[in-house]
């Protein structure tokens, strides 16, 4: 069983910038893919970004991409999610999640944190 556990939401003004933090368990294994999404109260979960763990081929959505950095630390097994020019849009819950395979469906992920809120006031 893996255990994610996410840091580093808050409450910021439009245009600023947070960092996410994911912590794992254990290490990630050669195939793992590590992401992060996001729900908004009333929306769907929605994919935001996604990190191939050995090699670090990554994957953006398009409403982030250009402001959004997924970035993992091996030693440390830790995820980050550098969230620069924050806009309304962007404030939601944020999850990561653990997969075996490269993709943007969150139904394939097995394992997720408890989730950090983010919330940006215009």
């Known amino acids: 069983q893996v255990r994610l556990v996410e840091s580093g939401g808050g409450s910021v003004q439009d245009g600023a910038s947070l960092r996410l933090s994911c912590a794992a368990s254990?290490?990630?294994?050669?195939?793992?893919?590590m992401g992060w999404f996001r729900q908004a109260p009333g929306k769907e979960r929605e994919f935001v970004a996604l990190?191939?763990?050995?090699?670090?081929?990554?994957l953006y959505a398009d409403s982030v991409k250009g402001r959004f950095t997924i970035s993992r630390d091996n030693p440390s097994n830790m995820l980050y999610l550098q969230m620069n020019s924050l806009k309304s849009e962007d404030a939601a819950v944020y999850y990561c999640?653990?997969?075996?395979?490269?993709?943007?469906?969150?139904?394939?992920?097995?394992?997720w944190g408890q989730g950090t809120q983010v919330t940006v006031a215009s």
């Open positions: 254990q290490r990630p294994y050669s195939r793992t893919v």
């Open positions: 990190i191939r763990w050995h090699g670090g081929s990554q």
């Open positions: 999640a653990w997969a075996s395979e490269y993709t943007t469906n969150h139904l394939a992920y097995e394992y």
